[in-house]
């Protein structure tokens, strides 16, 4: 009781003390106050338990688990209906009813708390000596609750909810073969292992969970095992994060090694001292170790949440089914990482170079993937670099000290990039698989798109950060903004300013080439055969509402082929999640005037370990401006600027799918370039994965020569022993008598030789005593 | 010349005169010899007959070994022992020649060189 | 000097030796086999030179250079005879040269029983398996003397072999017997007072006792014994032997052995030697060697009822042989006069075989107990 007490005076404490900076037009999530500091951070130990769950907020990573195990039921009894997606949609929302209860508990009194519920003991190591105090490695399965986690958990819950409710139709093209059942287990297992992640106890069972989403992302971007293409990318997602993992856990071995605990109610009071020095600008004071923790942990963030130089495997994922890439690869598993260095910010605090780290490495992915961007075709490429850029900005956002921007971003983003990954595989899987935008145009036009239009259009709105209208210009602003207020972080407000227009400008390509225009649009590869077209009462099956679209054809390649517009379930979903992008702008910016923090994203971060105060540092005043409002400013020109760049480009004047005005735009090697991905994979190909392939070419050739010369070998001689012992037994009685005979004297010169003294005795004859061989007693 | 005639008398000496070592060395050399003589035709000769032949002639030589050590030592163990070996000579040649018999029968043919079934 | 000529002298006639019987060992082609008797003669006798030349003093009986030489000519006969026959024939001259040796040291008893034993029993088994057990002629090769009779396996290894052993084991000799002291316990001193009635017998013929009158007294017999059946007062040790005479052969009298009469051949004998040692001694053995003959009895009889089936290619060389042995007959009645012995017998014109057969020509050399 005392420590609540306690944590409703440190936030009321900070929100004066915010409110009167406020005054003063300084404006910042780094209040930079002593007393602030003080009161915040003595009155409660960093991260340490202050509440207490009910039980059932145990259904909220077990639930899912269940569905798994059910679902791999459906599987083995071969279940061929849609058995699998009921499942899954109740288990996970139930997951989700569980964890708005757990909210709801959480923030009860009105602050937050921070609780830990134990399902059971997992790992436990205890051992000491004499003179050696004990040391123990302990790891339960239990999940530790704080505002930060509620936050993460409700759109993880919420939107994979939505999605499985999505992909229950946009996978029904496999409902008669075993894949809809293998999707729908490998969709809960990474819901599970999400949870585990997000909702872990200690780093071990963060581990765990971060292995396990990477597992399933492997298993469902290669659910189209027979693809080449799919396997290739499943197994590339896989190693790339393999090689973030690496720096995992040696994150986690050093954290254990120095705190001797992975456990977050017992590791972040001890990170108190650590961060207690850094506050007071001591930072040089603090172990190399602990510094360089974080930077490791980067390292895994970067790896999961595809940011330079493991970016690579984002794109290529694009090969499994939306669904896939909208919750895995836009919504959740790549915010692993962000959630990452949002829990252990305390600790990023403490190190010199890992904060930088992560701001500059997200700003230049941010830029890069937006250049990347604009010179793809696919739109489903596009989305994903538009994902990595995306994510670039919230690392950066974090980098900038600014860990409530960072994570109201990951929130907002959620929900838009969900949206238009959703509205992409609407289209692809109306359009038989066609995701060039080359060869699609005017899709809003037609009949029963009008929903996917519609969600389409808020999520490009949302992307592009169209001003004060979109919960992604706030929380973009809210970044950009914290950057521009940082001194040393200057230049990567202007990075973000400038990627920040380039994306609004490839977004809305996006649109305008696809959905406006002439009506125009060719078959995928996946079209169906003629059979099924001339057959109409199949539409029944499909199980959506007749949209011929037949006086609609133009000069389609295929002509019989008719768009097949989403049925219930998708523009259900769509919709609610069109209507949910704006219900959170209230979350993200605090409307009740003069620009103050007390917004819901805000205290979700500050009430946990990732809202410490950072170090007290000067604000930057660009042109003499107050940081937030130049940011806005600017965020408003870039953005405005890209979408009518887009306009002209893609949109007036023309004619076709395939034509633009952007074609008259000649870059030169620059385009080829971009449309290559700036060669960054022939790249990785060339320095490691030949090398590598070379020394597995040595390391198998010494293998065979080598090892198994040497194994042979051990074969091989008491064989040829053998060989040459066996020509003795020549099966003849000579012979063997023979060779007695030889023994024999062979034997008698021994004794005879040994008697008379050995080598030292050698003389004449005559040199044997008495009573030895030849001598007898009369 | 004088030194070897008068060693020469008509017998070995009569029992029970003591024999000289020098003398037995004589009688063991000729049983070297002969017991030499019979291993080299064992392992020599192909005919099976004529092998366990060679055995009877290394049977002799140990009787004249036994026999020479008996007169030496001036009891009658050694000879004793001959009327053994005697006996076992007797009845191992009496198997070994059945044997032979009807190895023949098999073969119809005495060289001990057919019979390298067990050869390696 | 004497042993060290007589050392060199030894190994080099071993040498020599060894060389010789290498030659006579029957071989391919050329076979020096007169030679090499010659010269395994030769190596003999540096051999025996060398020998007398270590103590000249104590050289034995010069029957026993002759018996030697029998014996160990005859025995390279025998390792070197082509003819299976000619070998056993060579082998009992080698008894007989033994059983001289025997005879040269005073065991006549072995000497005989060898003769009789091995030359006249063993030996004819022998000479009776050898007539059994031996090929009928094919068309190819009238002269009968079997391949693997006519040449020797490996001649010089084997030679080489056997000499280096003889050389340790005359090393090991020489050494040992250098060191021996003769013994010079009288073998026979108490045995002979176990006889008595020989003695008794050799004093009635030296006439120190009177055969109708006198004998050799007893002791008192024991208690409820009668009267002549006590242990004989003959004390050889202390060189007295008591007579009793007169009635009742009541009255003693003591007969000295240093008495001039005393018969100088009175000493055991060697039959008499060898049976207490067999029978006193060693009663044991020869259970045992009784056990051993009867086992081999068994044995013999239980391997001379098996039947045995002819190898697949002693077959068809059977059935060749049958072939042949007929062609061969025709051919031989029809010829005038053929040399030459088939399987130890002879056949004239008449084609009666005539040998120790009996005139039965055997078809295939062999028929006994359903060989075919």
Sequence with gaps: MVGLVEQLQTLQVVAAGVFAQVEHGALGTHGGHEAALNAGVNAAALGAVTGELPKWTLLIPFLPLLGCVLCGVCAILKVRNKLPAVITVACIAGAFAATVGAYMHTMHDGHAQTAVVKAWDWIRFVWGTEYKSPREFIANFSFYVDSLTCLWMLFVTGLATLIALYASEYMAGDVKTAGYARFYVAFCLFVFSMACLVMGDNLLLLYLGWEGVGLCSYLLIGYFYKKPSAVAAAKKAFIMNRIGDLGLSMGLMLTYVHFGTVEYAKLFPLIQTYLDLAQHGKIDEIPFIVQAIPVLFTIGAFGKSAQIPLYVWLPDAMEGPTPVSALIHAATMVTAGVYLVARFFPLYLCSEWALPIVAWGGALTALLAATIGMAQFDIKRIMAYSTVSQLGFMFAGIGVLGAVGGAAHVFTHAFFKAMLFLSCGAVMHGFAGQLDLRKLSGVAKIKGWKIVSLAMFVGCINLAGVPFITAGFWSKDMIIGDAFADHGMVAIGWILLGTAGLTAYYTFRVFFRVFMGPVQYEAGDEVHGDADHANHANHANHGHSDAHGAQEHGSAAHAAFHPHAPGLAINAVLLILAVAAFAVIPLVHDFSGGGGHSFWASSMVHGSTAGVEPPHAEHYKPFGMDAHRFAMIGSIIVGLVGIVVAFFLHYVGRTSSATSKADSIKLGAIQTAAQHKWYVDEAYHAIFVLPLRVLAHVFHAFDKMVVDGLVNLFGMVPRGLGHTARRTQTGVLHDYALRMAGGLAVVVLAIWFLHSGGWSGWGGPGLVEVGSVGGVRP | ?120 | MNTLASSILLFVGSVVGAIGIAMALPRKGVSPQLLGALIAALGLGGIFLALGLRAPGDLPNINFYVFSLIALGSALRVISHPRPVYSALYFILTILASSGLYVLLSAEFMAFALIIVYAGAILITYLFVIMLATESPTADQVEALAEYDRYSREPIVATLTGFILLAALTTMMGVGTSKMAPATIPADAGLLSRLPRKIEKSLVEAKLIDGKTERLARAAAALGEPTNSGPYLIDLAGGTVTVAYGKDYAQRRIISTSNPLWPKDLKISNIEGVGFSLLADHPGGIEVAGVILLMAMLGAVVLARKKVELDEHAKLVAEQHALVDEQSIAALRATPKVGGVIGGLSVDNSGKASGSNGGQLPKSGVQIGGGR
């Design chain 2, 1 to 120: 010349m004088n030194v070897l005639l008068d060693g020469l008398t008509l017998a070995q000496g009569g029992f029970p005169e003591p024999m000289a070592s020098a003398t037995l060395y004589h009688y063991l050399m000729t049983s070297g010899m002969l017991f030499v003589i019979g291993l080299i035709g064992f392992v020599t000769r192909r005919n099976l007959i004529i092998m366990f032949l060679c055995t009877e002639l290394m049977f002799q030589a140990a009787g004249i070994a036994l026999i020479a050590f008996s007169r030496f030592h001036l009891n009658h163990t050694g000879e004793s022992f001959v009327v053994f070996v005697l006996t076992i000579a007797a009845a191992e040649a009496a198997l070994a020649l059945a044997l032979v018999v009807l190895l023949f029968r098999r073969k119809e043919s005495l060289d001990a060189a057919e019979w390298a079934e067990m050869r390696g």
